[in-house]
């Protein structure tokens, strides 16, 4: 009905015209239409031909074209502040998540090495375990702790949604700076994806998934399956060694020889879809396995040799949605067994060059020779109702309930005390949606209690854990609020803000180590913040065939007992800290240009500024970081992209895409800017990295193959604890998609 009622309309200005009519633009909103492919920027685009006079009563169709918005862009326009990066320009390439959320505004990922090492990922200026991560809107965690955004699948992928400092209720977790929310693909079609790739350092990367709806029944199934390796043998430069013929240490460059990373996952999904009892039923079981060689510690002084980790976690998990008229219920329940083993059993002191001296202790810590074992069950059940009260006001309401079990033993040290800890939250949330003015005005208010419920039996390394100074059974609630706001004034002009009070609870990482490079610290606050965001954007179509769109957001961040990661350099050991109160402001700018559906530029640069508000000592005495920027931290960068799309050039629905990416970090201190000369301070250098890639797909993209180098210049580039990453590599992907 929707469809005959726009040609009417059509023909109707047409008539009225007597022109030729060229281009309408139509929002999905208020027609169904399958929108939500290609261009992020316009949607899909359906054409027909338009209608030209040829006499009195004759009309011949010519051009015309409707767009509508797709899903990642109409959730940037909505009332929080966030980034959705379409994967559909990226998935012929040989990228991980990692490297392409790296590029969105106001997004920084610093890794510890090259595949497979830890990242920390940074949101306008809030990182690391304040920053969580779902799939689908279910904590990621739930697939096992080794999967992260390097190893899951792009072949599943439709979008990535980025909240920047207020995150939406739906999603449960208690999120102090923002949010990363991996959205699958839905296709309602039968299909396998294919693809392999190979890179330097011995990199090697394979991906299969896939969809089958059984004939005759509303019953699919969706198997996943991904393998990754690299060496990481990368050139590391500037490393100090013994030389014999001098007979002292001297500065050079050497391979890294101990840093090998596997990983496995495989998942199987089934279910039924659009029945009458449920819109979507799945139920899933999964494995996921990582074996990762250790080659440093926190810092790039401390080499390892014989150090490795190994993990594995199976999970099994349940989905339900259903809609009737006005009410919508979904529900999430999971259980996952997480088991991990740290071997550390020798007792040597390693060098650059692969050489050895004999050592007192183990290599993490320089204790004694220890196989240390972490299994860390996961319970997660995630539930909500939406109640449409009529097109202007809709309720919601949300539960979230994690535990997570620590039982910890040692099959090597005999002297170790094996514990079981317990840590549970349980997180409520009600939302009210207010949408005035035809959809220009939406109002999002939310109320939240989190729940917090303590169960700690360790109490070895008391000094160090404060395992003395706490008390071993707690429960705890805090509470958080918040809103978001959007006006749409014009298409070429829309303003949102947004506020949050925030609580974010200490994870088992921080509060219990992990058993390798990372501390307990029992004694670790919830750390609290007041989120604000503003923001301005729009799309101007600057001619027919181009179209400029723009985003500029503005944040402010109240933090108390801010999380820190603390190193300590005796022993390359992190310990998490909390920090009495640190204030961060910024702001970042995003330029897109994209002309006639072939060259698409875009840039984007952020500025953050974090620093210390903590005026006085314990003690009471000044505290010498006052108003000093948090250290190793960037605090100004930016990215730019450059692409260009031939079609036909070889064959009929053939396309050659050829592109770069550039990124710029600015220098930024490795510690607090206050201690030590100005000549002696450790600090991170100014970094560009340039990447290049090339990727053809023919037979309507049945067929792909890409190629790239990264840092084709090879530049020297460092990151998290000035860790120097890979240099200059090469990268090949063939991908097959068969519909």
């Known amino acids: 009905m929707r469809h005959c009622l726009i040609t009417f309309l059509i023909f109707i200005c047409r008539l009225s015209s007597q022109g030729a009519l060229s281009v309408y633009t139509i929002s999905d909103e208020d027609m169904d239409l399958p929108f939500g492919g290609g261009n992020p920027n316009a949607g899909d685009e359906i054409k027909t031909d338009s209608i030209s006079s040829a006499g009195n009563n004759t009309f011949e169709l010519q051009d015309v074209k409707v767009y509508g918005k797709s899903a990642a862009k109409r959730l940037e326009e909505g009332v929080f502040s966030v980034n959705a990066v379409e994967i559909a320009p990226n998935i012929n390439k040989l990228v991980t998540l990692t490297e392409i959320i790296d590029r969105s505004a106001g997004i920084k990922i610093r890794r510890e090495g090259g595949a497979g090492s830890e990242f920390d990922l940074t949101i306008n200026g809030m990182s690391g375990n304040s920053i969580r991560y779902f799939i689908d809107g279910v904590p990621l965690e739930t697939k096992g702790e080794g999967l992260t955004l390097d190893n899951v699948p792009l072949n599943i992928v439709e979008r990535v949604e980025l909240y920047k400092g207020v995150v939406p209720s ?21 299909f396998l994806d294919a693809s392999y790739g190979i890179g330097s350092f011995c990199t090697h990367s394979g991906n299969l998934t896939g969809q089958y709806f059984i004939p005759g029944t509303a019953v699919v199934i969706q198997p996943t399956f991904s393998i990754g390796y690299s060496k990481n043998n990368y050139m590391m430069k500037g490393v100090e060694v013994w030389s014999d013929e001098e007979d002292r240490y001297i500065f050079t460059q050497r391979r890294r020889f101990h840093d090998d990373y596997f990983s ?33 510690g926190a810092i790039q002084n401390k080499v390892y040799g014989e150090a490795s980790r190994h993990a594995n976690s199976q999970a099994v998990s349940a989905r339900y949605n259903k809609r009737w008229n006005r009410i919508s219920v979904r529900a999430a329940l999971s259980y996952t067994w997480n088991h991990s083993e740290t071997v550390d059993t020798a007792y040597r002191k390693y060098s650059w060059d692969g050489t050895w001296l004999p050592s007192s202790g183990n290599e993490l810590n320089n204790k004694t020779r220890t196989l240390r074992v972490y299994k860390r069950p996961l319970t997660i059940v995630n539930a909500g109702a939406d109640y449409e009260l009529n097109r202007h006001h809709v309720f919601s309401l949300n539960y979230m309930f994690n535990r997570r079990g620590n039982e910890r033993y040692d099959k090597a040290d005999r002297f170790f005390e094996p514990s079981k800890d317990v840590i549970s939250k349980h997180i409520i949330s009600l939302t009210y949606l207010q949408t005035f003015f035809d959809r220009r005005w939406q109002t999002s208010y939310f109320v939240k209690d989190y729940i917090n419920s303590l169960s700690i039996e360790q109490t070895d390394n008391f000094t160090i854990t404060g395992s003395d100074k706490i008390d071993s059974h707690t429960v705890k609630s805090y509470w958080g609020a918040g809103l978001g706001s959007r006006y749409k004034i014009c298409e070429p002009l829309s303003v949102k803000a947004s506020y949050e009070h925030s609580v974010r609870l200490p994870l088992s990482r921080e509060l219990l180590g992990n058993g390798t490079t990372v501390y307990a610290n029992l004694a670790l606050n919830p750390e609290s913040s ?29 933090v108390q007992n801010y999380i820190r990661a603390a190193v300590s ?85 053939d396309r050659l895409k050829v592109g770069m990416t550039y990124q710029y970090i600015h220098w930024y201190y490795l510690n607090w800017e206050t201690f030590g000369t100005a000549s002696s301070k450790a600090r991170i250098p100014t970094q560009n990295v340039t990447d290049v890639y090339i990727s053809y797909s023919w037979k309507e993209d049945r067929y792909s193959l890409s190629l790239k180098c990264d840092n084709i210049f090879d530049r020297l580039a460092y990151d998290n604890y000035m860790l120097q990453k890979p240099g200059r590599s090469f990268g090949a992907k063939f991908r097959i998609f068969i519909n």
């Open 530 to 558: 007041n989120n604000y965001n503003i923001g301005l954007f729009g799309n101007v179509p600057v001619v027919r065939t181009s179209q400029f769109s723009y985003e500029v957001n503005g944040f402010i961040r109240h």
């Open 569 to 653: 350099e005796r022993d390359g050991m992190i310990q998490y800290a909390n920090e009495p109160a640190i204030d961060i402001k910024g702001i970042d700018v995003e330029l897109s240009y994209l002309w006639n559906g072939c060259l698409q530029l875009t840039a984007n640069g952020s500025w953050c500024d974090a620093r210390d508000l903590k005026k006085y000592k314990t003690d009471g005495n000044p505290s010498a970081t006052y108003r000093n920027r948090v250290p190793n931290r960037p605090w100004l960068f930016g990215n730019a992209e450059a692409s260009y799309t031939f079609r036909n050039l070889f064959a009929k629905t």
């Open 264 to 296: 496995l996952f495989g998942q199987i999904e089934a279910g039924v879809t659009d029945v009458r009892w449920a819109d979507r039923f799945f139920v899933g079981v999964s494995y996921n396995k990582v074996d990762k060689e250790l080659q440093t």
């Open 170 to 190: 739906h999603l449960g977790l208690d999120a102090l700076g923002g949010a990363v929310n991996i959205i699958t693909k839905r296709q309602r079609q039968n």
